[in-house]
């Protein structure tokens, strides 16, 4: 039976030895209170909540799956009993503001605990995810009213949230949708229309779920600068502030899909449903976008939760399972052969897992960082800072980290042969979870394009140049150090190319604009690798010192230096290839005319 530890010692490493989160913490206003050992208690009682309670569900939610029926979702045995423990427990509410009844803490740390959740029972976590992002939009553009209405019982858990966006025509093109909301004399709008592929839209953990739906107002103009923001519960709130009446829309069917059975995908139909407004009219799809940053750096998690699950259980496996003997002689004489751990080529796939998910939570827990810093600092310089560089981290989290997290699940399939293929172990179940992140959130094609057209580029890149620069300091700081040359070295290398790289496409992007999109997706994963091994980087430095002052965990450092030479050696020159394909050109993929593609 597959099963999941939370590998604290690893977060905490992360945290405090590579960030510094406990000096962060202390710096940031109104955060004092996430001291080390609260920190410490928190994720000591996360990890037991995701290993004891979420984990066992997991297999019973993909076989099981949400069951449909008269409009109503009936979830996997266990899924409420669960939900109402995690509310019980003050979950919900860890990282929002006291105001509206949450305890304060700081979003990072609220982001550890999805980890855990998350790799615990990916399906099951999307109830309170989706939430998290409804809570979020809400405190920034909701009036205090609505505030006090719909956020008070997002944050108690109460009640949970949705993003209803995509339409039957339209997911990456919003700017095409439909759903209509016409103003009432009241002041509220009567919102018509289906949204489908909608996530949590309809279940039974709660007395009610308030829908965060996009919409057009009659005169709007058309694409995207005419999309509005609407709550539109599934029950009216009554005068005492509880689920009153019914509200027009109902689910008319949930999907049946690849993976994340236990959570409910819904066709959502509004007909003439209540909705209040948030934030100005047609400037929904800007108020969206603090929704969308939440769930993407939510969705870059799942990633990193699908690559840890796949590689804690795949590695079990490996050192238990008997089959050939090692290549340079027997490594267990009592056995009838040699654990499958001692081939080349299954550490291979061990370490690939490794690699990805110990890199990939340190750049979720950095981009974590600037989320606090660009939300709390004191400072005005700060707060852009940080801003400007998780615009510039988001999509290469979101992309780079659900593509390697999707290769790293089919690593750890591949690990079990054969009965890595069967429902038994759970791996097929991992890969099938994994996919779908490829896709929501808007699709590493899309990210990719955000990343090089809109971030890089529209801003002759600025953005970049200040996360390069931040590398080349880093790099120079280790000037001279021989331990940290092999690293520093490639990293500074590498570094130099991603601007001239940059420019290159940049040229050919002024002469035709299609190279953006034929270069984006190539270069979108070279700007992962590079991040990477910044961070693998970071994590060497601090291996380093600590074998050198004799530390007592010897293993854990020597670990990661093992990890990081492998990621160096063998995962980062994978840029090389990324390099020469985006600078392949356009024509390449567009001499084939549409017409002429024929099968
Ligand atoms: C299980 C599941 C849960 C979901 N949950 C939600 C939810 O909670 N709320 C919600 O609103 N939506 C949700 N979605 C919808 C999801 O966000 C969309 O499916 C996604 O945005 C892609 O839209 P689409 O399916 O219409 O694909 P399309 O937009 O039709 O795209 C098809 C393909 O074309 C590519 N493509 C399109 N335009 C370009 C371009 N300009 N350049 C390069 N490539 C391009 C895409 O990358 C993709 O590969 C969910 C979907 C699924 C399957």
Request: overall charge negative.
């Amino acid at each position: 039976m597959a099963e999941y530890k939370a590998p604290l010692r690893d977060m905490q490493f992360v945290l405090n030895e590579v960030l510094h989160m406990d000096a962060h913490y202390q710096q940031l206003p109104g955060c004092e209170e996430a001291t080390p050992d609260m920190v410490s208690a928190i994720l000591e009682e996360g990890a037991k909540f995701a290993e004891r309670v979420l984990s066992p569900l997991n297999q019973v939610g993909d076989q099981e799956g949400c069951q449909f029926q008269d409009g109503e979702v009936k979830t996997p045995t266990g899924f409420k009993e669960a939900y109402s423990a995690f509310v019980e427990g003050g979950w919900p509410s860890l990282a929002h503001d006291p105001e509206w009844g949450g305890q304060g803490l700081p979003e990072s740390l609220g982001i550890v605990i999805n980890e855990m959740v998350g790799t615990a029972n990916w399906a099951w976590s999307m109830y309170p995810g989706l939430s998290h992002g409804a809570m979020n939009t809400l405190d920034a553009h909701g009036t205090e009213e609505q505030k006090q209405t719909y956020l008070t019982k997002l944050v108690s858990g109460e009640w949970t949230g949705t993003m209803c966006l995509t339409e039957p025509h339209c997911g990456t093109d919003l700017g095409m949708l439909r759903t209509k909301a016409e103003p009432q004399a009241d002041g509220t709008y009567k919102v018509t229309g289906t949204k489908i592929f909608i996530s949590a839209g309809e279940h039974d953990l709660t007395d009610n779920i308030v829908h965060i739906v996009l919409a057009r107002l009659p005169d709007a103009p058309a694409g995207t600068k005419g999309i509005s923001l609407f709550i539109v519960p599934k029950f009216l709130p009554n005068a005492a502030g509880e689920a009153g009446e019914r509200n027009a829309l109902k689910c008319g069917s949930i999907e049946h899909k690849m993976g994340i059975h236990g959570n409910s995908t819904c066709v959502m139909n509004f007909d003439g449903a209540t909705g209040f407004l948030i934030g100005p009219a047609n400037k929904g799809l800007n108020c969206m976008f603090t929704f969308m940053n939440t769930a993407r750096i939510g969705t870059a998690l799942q990633g990193l939760a699908h690559a840890e699950w796949g590689f804690q259980n795949s590695l079990v496996y490996a050192k238990d399972r008997l089959q050939m003997r090692a290549l340079s002689g027997v490594k267990n004489p009592d056995g009838a052969a040699d654990p499958i751990i001692v081939h080349p080529a299954v550490r291979n796939m061990l370490l690939t897992q490794k690699a990805f998910a110990e890199g990939g939570r340190a750049l979720i827990y950095f981009a974590a960082q600037q989320v606090d810093r660009s939300a709390l600092s004191a400072s005005a310089e700060e707060k852009q800072e940080a801003e400007d560089l998780l615009s510039l981290l988001t999509p290469i989290a979101k992309a780079f980290l659900t593509e390697v997290g999707f290769e790293s699940a089919n690593h750890g399939l591949q690990v079990f042969g054969g009965h890595g293929y069967i429902a038994e172990w759970g791996m097929e179940q991992n890969v099938r979870d994994c996919r779908i992140s490829m896709l929501y959130e808007g699709t590493s094609q899309i990210q990719a394009l955000d990343l090089l057209g809109r971030k890089i580029l529209m801003s002759q890149g600025e953005l970049l140049k200040r996360f390069t620069k931040m590398i080349h300091k880093f790099c120079q700081a280790h000037e001279g150090n021989a331990a940290m040359e092999p690293y520093t070295k490639t990293l500074a290398g590498l570094n130099k190319e991603w601007g001239e790289l940059t420019l290159k496409v940049g040229m050919k992007a002024m002469q035709n604009r299609e190279e953006v999109g034929a270069a984006a997706m190539d270069y979108l994963m070279y700007s992962g690798y590079i991040t990477l091994a910044w961070l693998w980087a970071r994590q060497v430095e601090v291996a380093q010192n600590a074998l050198a002052a004799g530390t007592s965990e010897e293993a854990f450092y020597k670990a990661k230096l093992a990890t990081a030479r492998f990621y160096y050696d063998r995962l980062l020159p994978r840029t090389k290839m990324h390099a020469d394909v985006m600078l392949s050109g356009a024509d390449n993929l567009l001499a084939l005319d549409s017409e002429h593609f024929i099968f």
